[in-house]
């Protein structure tokens, strides 16, 4: 079995001479540091490249870009399921020559056309151009997990790649887009956008497909969850039974590899039912595919904070009897790499990347360039508190589950961690939020009119993003808001850091999570599924608790994978912190409050009482201008093309 398209792509219409694009196309070598391949067409319209990281078909027979009958490709990802999809192809009449994804994803295409994406199951980012016709098809996977960003300039001249820099030797001149200063004050918001901060690069969306030709290019939507959404039944214990079924495939199609897998373990709920069904899955349902060796974890270690969470992985690690890497997050060496990760980072991040940089780096380190990780979960069953309040509406007025509710949230705080505490709230909490106006709408139809008639006219509701998405109303009000943190809020941003993270030591990262099956079906079910007993995610704790160490899957609080960035900030990074705001040229930068985050700075670096919310804030506010130093300049520095 071959999969090996995880990498880098790039290409551009004219076509242009080979070494100036194999130059370009080096910038992209991070990505795919097991070699690079390049293909142009004789009549001089296009050059595709393509840098390699093998993940399966190890040989030379799946390299990139590759031809089958008129289409040729370069693509950057992994179809889960192609040998499935190779057997009906077979069937179809297609002839395949080698073992890689890649040419089956060529026959789908052939096959089906753009029909074909809905047959997939994985990620991918890829350009597809038709010898006959010098059409250019682009497509993105469902939910955004591979990057792909293009380039339009006049004149029909036109490019794609993975990443931005790639991009910047077709510039002719690097310049800031004309929204920068929005997309510093939202830097979580931008992502879903086909906004980039430079000027006439944009970021191709999520589940499209589009066709580039005659200097236009035209996008078509093919994805939206909410049209595949289905029954599921009304017994919570089947729910949990179906639940688990779908997971242990997404799982098992996600350990197909011709090299070691591992898994980036944080002794979270998440990350542990990952590698506990992995286990399970090569107990129970070997396949040949399978990589031969799956089973390392790595783990973040902060000794001395109050986010390492070793204990909860150590214990995961015991309870399957693996081995395990403890990677100790070293302060100073993050330092001493921040430009260079800030770089391959290349976008504004509200916190350092640091510990997980060098996580996936010890992966690499140990000869692991592929891990499967539980990222999307907290999206899909409300893991951040905050939505639980949107559960409030979904109660209406069942004192039960109300009080289930109020217990759930409750437990949440970390126990002697006042800092990571959550406010008190009450049953006068609830009240409080359910009958504010915009939610009494919500609650209206379900009123008793007594109540209707004592708190009156309720004011109309303005500036609900809800009210454009297809079918909201077959989301109750939890799922209605989590269905816009996954699709226009938090998991884009968080898909972009974790690709940059992992991709940049040449490791892929495969998310369970992200199986659109799965994602149908926690938007199917309804938010009883995930508030019970005063637990978060129980559809997800239940499903999987026979698999797991009981002390994980019942641990109610969480902390979350995050950086200790008050802790180095008032350490080994407090000199380099206090050198960049006494900049003459920060406080000339006009795309911040020079005055203000430099005060934000001093509050953390000179207080030792500070919290790690302060020293986010800090940091995400210092970031435009470290962007500036650290990344915009080189960006203006790549040589350019005469294209």
Same mark, same amino acid.
């Given at each position: 079995m071959k999969l090996l398209p995880v990498c880098g792509i790039l290409g551009c219409l004219p076509a242009i001479h080979p070494t100036p694009f194999s130059e370009a196309l080096y910038l992209l070598q991070h990505r795919g540091p097991d070699g690079q391949g390049i293909w142009q067409d004789a009549q001089g319209r296009i050059t595709l490249g393509h840098r390699r990281l093998s993940i399966i078909d190890l040989s030379a027979d799946g390299c990139q870009p590759m031809q089958y009958g008129k289409y040729v490709i370069t693509y950057n990802g992994e179809i889960y399921n192609f040998p499935e999809l190779k057997q009906e192809l077979q069937l179809l009449g297609h002839r395949f020559t080698t073992y890689s994804d890649?040419?089956?994803?060529?026959?789908?295409?052939?096959?089906?056309?753009?029909?074909?994406?809905?047959?997939?199951?994985?990620?991918?980012?890829?350009?597809?151009?038709?010898?006959?016709?010098?059409?250019?098809?682009?497509?993105?996977?469902?939910?955004?997990?591979?990057?792909?960003?293009?380039?339009?300039?006049?004149?029909?001249?036109?490019?794609?790649?993975?990443?931005?820099?790639?991009?910047?030797?077709?510039?002719?001149?690097v310049t800031l887009a004309d929204d920068f200063v929005w997309m510093t004050q939202n830097m979580f918001a931008y992502e879903p956008t086909e906004k980039c901060l430079i000027k006439n690069i944009y970021r191709f969306p999520a589940g499209h497909c589009g066709v580039y030709e005659n200097g236009r290019l035209t996008t078509q939507n093919y994805w939206k969850t909410l049209e595949h959404l289905h029954p599921v039944p009304a017994r919570f214990e089947e729910q949990a039974e179906e639940f688990a079924a779908l997971f242990t495939d997404a799982c098992k199609i996600r350990m197909r590899a011709d090299v070691p897998v591992g898994t980036a373990l944080s002794g979270g709920l998440d990350s542990s039912a990952v590698i506990c069904t992995m286990a399970h899955v090569a107990r129970t349902q070997p396949?040949?595919?399978?990589?031969?060796?799956?089973?390392?974890?790595?783990?973040?270690?902060?000794?001395?904070?109050?986010?390492d969470e070793?204990?909860?992985?150590?214990?995961?690690?015991?309870? $399957?009897?693996?081995?395990? *890497?403890? !990677? +100790?997050?070293?302060?100073?060496?993050?330092l001493k790499n921040?430009?260079?990760?800030?770089?391959?980072?290349?976008?504004?991040?509200?916190?350092?990347?640091?510990?997980?940089?060098?996580?996936?780096?010890?992966?690499?380190?140990?000869?692991?360039?592929?891990?499967?990780?539980?990222?999307?979960?907290?999206?899909?069953?409300?893991?951040?508190?905050?939505?639980?309040?949107?559960?409030?509406?979904?109660?209406?007025?069942?004192?039960?589950q109300i009080q289930n509710l109020l217990q759930t949230y409750r437990s949440l705080s970390p126990p002697g961690e006042p800092q990571f505490a959550k406010p008190p709230v009450s049953f006068a909490n609830y009240v409080q939020w359910v009958t504010g106006s915009r939610n009494v709408v919500k609650l209206l139809p379900h009123l008793p009119a007594e109540l209707k008639k004592a708190l009156g006219k309720p004011k109309p509701v $303005?500036?609900?993003?809800? *009210?454009? !998405? +297809?079918?909201?109303?077959?989301?109750g009000a939890l799922n209605k808001a989590l269905y816009e943190l996954f699709h226009t809020q938090n998991l884009p941003t968080l898909l972009r850091n974790y690709d940059r993270y992992a991709m940049a030591s040449g490791v892929e990262i495969r998310m369970p999570f992200l199986d659109h099956r799965i994602v149908s079906y926690c938007f199917s079910v309804p938010y009883t599924a995930k508030f019970r007993q005063g637990y978060t995610k129980s559809l997800l704790r239940h499903a999987?608790?026979?698999?797991?160490?009981?002390?994980?899957?019942?641990?109610?609080?969480?902390m979350g994978f995050q950086t200790p960035i008050a802790n180095w900030m008032q350490g080994e990074w407090k000199p380099f912190f206090t050198e960049i705001i006494n900049e003459p040229q920060f406080a000339r930068y006009p795309f911040i409050d020079a005055v203000q985050v430099k005060q934000s700075i001093e509050a953390v670096i000179n207080n030792s009482g500070a919290t790690y919310r302060q020293a986010e804030i800090a940091y995400s506010a210092i970031n435009p201008y470290l962007w500036d130093k650290f990344v915009f300049s080189r960006f203006c520095q790549t040589t350019k093309i005469q294209w």
């Amino acid at each position: 079995m071959k999969l090996l398209p995880v990498c880098g792509i790039l290409g551009c219409l004219p076509a242009i001479h080979p070494t100036p694009f194999s130059e370009a196309l080096y910038l992209l070598q991070h990505r795919g540091p097991d070699g690079q391949g390049i293909w142009q067409d004789a009549q001089g319209r296009i050059t595709l490249g393509h840098r390699r990281l093998s993940i399966i078909d190890l040989s030379a027979d799946g390299c990139q870009p590759m031809q089958y009958g008129k289409y040729v490709i370069t693509y950057n990802g992994e179809i889960y399921n192609f040998p499935e999809l190779k057997q009906e192809l077979q069937l179809l009449g297609h002839r395949f020559t080698t073992y890689s994804d890649t040419e089956v994803l060529l026959a789908a295409f052939t096959q089906w056309g753009n029909q074909c994406w809905q047959r997939l199951n994985g990620m991918w980012a890829l350009a597809i151009f038709n010898t006959q016709t010098a059409q250019l098809t682009l497509c993105r996977d469902r939910f955004g997990k591979k990057p792909l960003f293009y380039l339009l300039l006049p004149g029909g001249r036109f490019a794609f790649a993975s990443e931005m820099k790639a991009l910047m030797p077709f510039l002719p001149q690097v310049t800031l887009a004309d929204d920068f200063v929005w997309m510093t004050q939202n830097m979580f918001a931008y992502e879903p956008t086909e906004k980039c901060l430079i000027k006439n690069i944009y970021r191709f969306p999520a589940g499209h497909c589009g066709v580039y030709e005659n200097g236009r290019l035209t996008t078509q939507n093919y994805w939206k969850t909410l049209e595949h959404l289905h029954p599921v039944p009304a017994r919570f214990e089947e729910q949990a039974e179906e639940f688990a079924a779908l997971f242990t495939d997404a799982c098992k199609i996600r350990m197909r590899a011709d090299v070691p897998v591992g898994t980036a373990l944080s002794g979270g709920l998440d990350s542990s039912a990952v590698i506990c069904t992995m286990a399970h899955v090569a107990r129970t349902q070997p396949e040949p595919q399978f990589a031969n060796r799956w089973q390392h974890a790595f783990v973040a270690s902060m000794p001395g904070t109050p986010l390492d969470e070793t204990h909860y992985a150590k214990r995961v690690t015991d309870f $399957l009897q693996i081995p395990a *890497t403890f !990677v +100790n997050i070293n302060a100073a060496e993050g330092l001493k790499n921040l430009p260079e990760y800030l770089y391959l980072c290349e976008d504004l991040y509200i916190t350092s990347p640091v510990p997980m940089m060098q996580t996936y780096r010890a992966a690499k380190q140990h000869g692991v360039s592929v891990c499967i990780d539980g990222h999307g979960a907290d999206e899909l069953f409300s893991g951040y508190d905050t939505f639980m309040f949107h559960a409030f509406l979904d109660c209406g007025f069942n004192p039960l589950q109300i009080q289930n509710l109020l217990q759930t949230y409750r437990s949440l705080s970390p126990p002697g961690e006042p800092q990571f505490a959550k406010p008190p709230v009450s049953f006068a909490n609830y009240v409080q939020w359910v009958t504010g106006s915009r939610n009494v709408v919500k609650l209206l139809p379900h009123l008793p009119a007594e109540l209707k008639k004592a708190l009156g006219k309720p004011k109309p509701v $303005l500036n609900n993003k809800q *009210t454009s !998405v +297809n079918n909201v109303n077959e989301l109750g009000a939890l799922n209605k808001a989590l269905y816009e943190l996954f699709h226009t809020q938090n998991l884009p941003t968080l898909l972009r850091n974790y690709d940059r993270y992992a991709m940049a030591s040449g490791v892929e990262i495969r998310m369970p999570f992200l199986d659109h099956r799965i994602v149908s079906y926690c938007f199917s079910v309804p938010y009883t599924a995930k508030f019970r007993q005063g637990y978060t995610k129980s559809l997800l704790r239940h499903a999987i608790a026979p698999l797991m160490p009981p002390e994980v899957t019942w641990r109610k609080f969480k902390m979350g994978f995050q950086t200790p960035i008050a802790n180095w900030m008032q350490g080994e990074w407090k000199p380099f912190f206090t050198e960049i705001i006494n900049e003459p040229q920060f406080a000339r930068y006009p795309f911040i409050d020079a005055v203000q985050v430099k005060q934000s700075i001093e509050a953390v670096i000179n207080n030792s009482g500070a919290t790690y919310r302060q020293a986010e804030i800090a940091y995400s506010a210092i970031n435009p201008y470290l962007w500036d130093k650290f990344v915009f300049s080189r960006f203006c520095q790549t040589t350019k093309i005469q294209w």
